[in-house]
């Protein structure tokens, strides 16, 4: 797998900085600086919104397949002392 380069770090999660990233994300659009992108955003209204550009589906797989590494990572952090303490028995 590719190298994760996360948009969002656990402590960079106001709207401002939300805004400021995707005004990121359209510099590097207009710069040509990336091949595809995906989004998803749950409304306020409860729908879910998902994006694709350049993307086939494996393409969407292989993104996807990042995004639940990075929850899997998450969820053995969340819970690092518990499986510390199932491993040393």
């Given at each position: 797998?590719?190298?994760?380069?996360?948009?969002?770090?656990?402590?960079?999660?106001?709207?401002?900085?939300?805004?400021?990233?995707?005004?990121?994300?359209?510099?590097?659009?207009?710069?040509?600086?990336?091949?595809?992108?995906?989004?998803?955003?749950?409304?306020?209204?409860?729908?879910?919104?998902?994006?694709?550009?350049?993307?086939?589906?494996?393409?969407?797989?292989?993104?996807?397949?990042?995004?639940?590494?990075?929850?899997?990572?998450?969820?053995?952090?969340?819970?690092?002392?518990e499986l510390i303490e199932w491993?040393?028995?």
């Open positions: 797998m590719a190298k994760i380069v996360k948009f969002f770090s656990d402590q960079d999660n106001t709207k401002q900085q939300l805004i400021e990233h995707i005004e990121d994300l359209l510099e590097w659009a207009k710069n040509d600086e990336f091949d595809n992108v995906m989004i998803a955003t749950k409304l306020k209204s409860g729908e879910v919104m998902t994006g694709y550009c350049n993307l086939d589906m494996g393409d969407k797989q292989y993104l996807n397949s990042h995004i639940q590494v990075d929850i899997n990572f998450e969820t053995v952090r969340a819970n690092v002392d491993v040393e028995g």
